[in-house]
């Protein structure tokens, strides 16, 4: 996946479509809830069961790929943050490429909810470089529920991510992409077995720690995990020191959830080595984001380590995944 070109002007004549028409942003969500709950499913595009690879390759279009992978915890009040992305996804196509912070960006979209009790606790898209990473947000659904423990599956999400794609930024170059993790409650205590089996199809027949499956998940790529305010659990010490234990600096604290967009794509200008946080800062002042004030603030420990913590291999090193 991953070929074509993002068009602003076809993002924009879509959403005055469905404007005009009464269409729903998120219509696959919105027709599914309208269906008795036992009924809810993954749309095609994004069910994670038995899928093989979600690939992020070059081609004539794309020669130097930067894939970029954004997840989003679906569950309470976390279904406004992919709302506010999908109003803003221009704004962050615009600054990863007129900006130059990546080569030839890849964007794959995904949820996350709860494996113990929601239909749907995992939705993975595809990489994309044109408008259907439109598509696969919108197509999104927006559960809702949750377990209530002040835990999801983030570590199912990140197990996906770990096994199941493939890069020719790893494979040719030794370069890693970039995972944003967004919610606001921790991880399981352990990943279960069975909800492997269930929702991704792996014959995996022991539970496995979730902190193993991060570290094999850092071995090619950045993770980082973004805890918005006006979510339930932003305030909460524990949550904050779940996250950073496994993480560390690359946790981000944003005051704004309408800034998600700003924040991944000045992340990711960083850790390329294009802009340092004052550069990205002032480039969000030239495109009106009005928003370096939070970004700044959900970026300064990261700025203080950027330059000690390389996201290049050198040339010709491979990559190859442990087993956990």
């Known amino acids: 996946m991953g070929n074509g070109h993002w068009s602003d002007d076809v993002y924009r004549a879509a959403a005055t479509f469905r404007a005009r028409t009464g269409s729903a942003d998120f219509a696959y969500s919105a027709s599914t809830k309208a269906r008795p709950a036992s009924e809810w499913k993954a749309h095609p595009d994004l069910d994670p069961l038995d899928v093989g690879v979600r690939e992020s390759r070059d081609s004539a279009e794309h020669p130097q790929s930067t894939p970029i992978v ?79 423990q002040k835990t999801e599956s983030y570590e199912l999400a990140a197990y996906f991510l770990a096994r199941h794609t493939a890069t020719d930024a790893w494979d040719k170059r030794g370069r890693k992409g970039y995972v944003f993790l967004i919610g606001d409650e921790m991880n399981k205590r352990s990943l279960k077995a069975r909800h492997i089996r269930e929702v991704i199809g792996d014959e995996v027949r022991r539970d496995l720690d979730p902190r193993s499956v991060y570290r094999e998940l850092q071995k090619r790529w950045e993770v980082f995990y973004i805890l918005p305010r006006q979510t339930s659990y932003y305030d909460d010490p524990q949550v904050r020191g779940h ?44 495109v009106g984001a009005g928003t370096a004030g939070v970004v700044g603030s959900a970026l300064a420990r990261l700025s203080d380590t950027v ?9 010709g090193v491979a990559g190859t995944d442990d087993l956990i």
């Open 70 to 148: 954004v997840m989003f915890d679906v569950t309470g009040s976390m279904g406004s943050v992919p709302v506010a992305m999908q109003k803003q996804l221009s704004k962050l196509h615009g600054l990863l490429l007129r900006k130059g912070y990546a080569t030839d960006p890849q964007i794959m979209f995904g949820a996350i909810g709860d494996a113990e009790t929601d239909y749907v606790p995992l939705q993975v898209g595809q990489f994309e470089s044109d408008n259907r990473m439109d598509d696969q947000l919108r197509n999104i659904l927006l559960e809702g529920n949750g377990g209530g």
């Open 243 to 286: 996250w950073q234990d496994i993480l560390g600096e690359r946790v981000l604290f944003l005051e704004d959830p309408n800034a998600v967009c700003d924040l991944i794509a000045v992340t990711v200008g960083m850790l390329e080595d294009v802009v340092d946080l004052d550069d990205g800062l002032a480039d969000l002042d030239d």
């Open 307 to 315: 330059g000690r913590v390389p996201s290049r291999l050198p040339a």
